[in-house]
């Protein structure tokens, strides 16, 4: 049996996701260091059993709040480019963040499709004020839809839908779930919820979507929950400042902790385990995502440690035993070659042919992890 692609499996209702996040180098860093960050960023998570990886397309946000940014922004490589070099290094595919807020998106488009990437997730505008150049998400995730060999998820922000939320765009009641039914009828087929850290929003959020899906007699799209680990101060303003929602006594419990990373993901596991315990049986499919959102090395170790928490909790919350198999994977480095682009961000994804024999070995000799679920589960645990 053909093993499922990745966006076979976001699609997938009968089996969960699990994914690892990741950020481009800065706009303008050498070819020979992007594909030093790529590859030290795949021999890192080797070892984690991720179906892929998401590659975000980081934006300024100046309208989406009045708050002082902690970090200062810097600009990015192109998300597809990066991807390009993880998946030739590594054999995952990846899925690729687009913020539709760029008037050569479909340009972007067609360059994504001739790179390989099947899979990509819409980003709207960082907020409803302000001049945006570039389609609104409708009309994007409309030119996505047309476009053949390419499928598209978008993301869910479950501090949309809060009674406080409500409150402050004038409706009685919270309507993300309302948006995200919206964005199923325009072909999204799957959903990446921003970080979480409190449950309680998400819950409703979860329960509502299956609520309203059911109502319209439509098949829940998949939600990927994200996660990141946080260890000082400043990250977690961070966190807040990019609207994630953290209750003060949570924010006190993990800053004031002894380690501040571990009690960050024992508080993120018992998150997790209140998610699934009060989202059993409502019907919606699950999957996991983590991230760091610094380049803080505590919270980068976190980050793997994390994964491999979440995702126990989450297969062992199925009730169907399950085990991590180990595969050979020979990275596609005969799919992107010379003709991905004429300018210099395209010639980072093209490698020599030495670099494409020592990429094939290294895939040949080492291998990687990876959870096929389809094929694994029901036959037996394995530590």
Not at 5 to 33: C, I, M, Q, W, Y
Not at 101 to 121: C, M, Q, R, V, Y
Not at 292 to 306: A, N, P, Q, R, T
Request: aromatic share 6%.
């Amino acid at each position: 049996m053909a093993e499922e692609s990745l966006h076979e499996r976001l699609s997938n209702p009968a089996r969960p996701v699990f994914l690892l996040g990741d950020v481009p180098p800065g706009e303008g860093t050498p070819p020979h260091k992007c594909s030093e960050i790529a590859n030290k960023f795949v021999s890192r998570s080797r070892m984690l059993a991720a179906d892929g990886y998401i590659v975000y397309d980081i934006q300024d946000e100046p309208g989406r709040t009045d708050e002082k940014r902690p970090f200062p922004f810097r600009r990015v490589m192109d998300s597809s480019t990066h991807a390009a070099l993880l998946s030739n290094l590594s054999g995952r595919e990846c899925l690729v963040y687009k913020c539709v807020a760029d008037p050569n998106f479909e340009s972007w488009l067609e360059n994504n499709k001739t790179i390989g990437h099947t899979a990509i997730n819409l980003v709207g505008r960082a907020s409803s004020e302000g001049k945006y150049e570039g389609p609104t998400i409708s009309e994007a995730m409309n030119i996505v839809e047309a476009k053949e060999d390419v499928h598209f998820g978008c993301v869910c922000i479950a501090e949309r839908h809060t009674l406080e939320a409500a409150q402050q765009r004038g409706k009685t009641y919270p309507t993300e779930h309302v948006n995200m039914v919206r964005k199923i009828k325009a072909g999204a087929k799957w959903f990446i919820s921003q970080a979480v850290y409190d449950a309680e929003p998400t819950i409703r959020l979860l329960k509502d979507y299956a609520t309203l899906c059911k109502q319209k007699g439509i098949t829940p799209s998949k939600v990927v929950l994200t996660f990141a680990p946080v260890s000082r101060k400043k990250t977690m303003t961070f966190i807040k400042w990019l609207g994630v929602r953290v209750p003060i006594e949570t924010e006190e419990l993990i800053l004031s902790a002894e380690k501040p990373i571990e009690k960050s993901i024992e508080y993120l596991c018992d998150v997790l385990r209140e998610i699934l315990c009060e989202c059993a049986g409502v019907g919606v499919p699950l999957g996991i995502s983590c991230e760091s959102v610094s380049i803080f090395k505590s919270e980068i170790d976190g980050v793997h440690e994390l994964f491999r928490r979440l995702q126990t909790i989450m297969l062992d919350s199925s009730g169907t035993p399950w085990k991590v198999q180990w595969v050979e994977v020979m990275p596609p480095a005969g799919k992107i070659g010379d003709d991905a682009g004429g300018d210099d961000e395209g010639a980072l994804v093209a490698l020599d042919p030495s670099e494409k024999v020592r990429t094939l070995l290294l895939g040949i000799m080492v291998g990687t992890a990876t959870v096929s679920l389809g094929v694994i589960l029901g036959k037996g645990k394995h530590a």
